[in-house]
């Protein structure tokens, strides 16, 4: 079956992968599902991601998800901005910054998918994807 949002859907595998304690989510692949979890590896909210089959058409991601000690999520929270029924756009002077700086906005720009300091600091705005703090 299609889905009609596939960054909603990998943000909910991400969460439920979270609230049961996995070490592994794997998600089917696009170009800009590989783009935020490069984003979230730089960021530090996972430890890195595996393409598997990538040449095949069912290619899948799987991302390695970071825990501190206790098995306390780097991850806490995420929150989608942007849906397909309802765009949210910002200017460069208008980025949002995720609580306190302890968060990021992931964008997508005219340069690529990028967390919000970045677009901030290349003086573009764009779509806000969504909130990871």
């Known amino acids: 079956m299609a889905v009609s949002d596939p ?13 049961v304690g996995h070490q592994i989510v794997s ?3 696009s170009t800009v599902k590989l783009e935020i979890a490069r984003i979230l590896r730089e960021e530090g909210f996972i430890t890195g991601f595996d393409v598997h089959d990538e040449d095949e058409e069912r290619s899948t991601v799987d991302i390695k998800l970071h825990y501190w000690q206790k098995n306390d999520s780097a991850i806490t929270g995420l929150k989608r901005v942007s849906k397909p029924g309802l765009r949210v756009y910002v200017g460069k002077d208008d980025i ?11 964008m997508s720009t005219n340069q690529g ?9 290349s003086g573009v705005g764009g779509e806000v994807l969504f ?3």
């Open 27 to 29: 998600v089917p692949s």
């Open 131 to 133: 909130y990871v703090w």
């Open 113 to 121: 998918v990028m967390s919000g300091s970045q677009a901030r600091a």
């Open 7 to 19: 960054i909603a859907d990998m943000l909910t595998r991400i969460r439920n992968a979270i609230m």
């Open 96 to 106: 949002p910054h995720v609580y306190g700086g302890s968060g990021i906005a992931v």
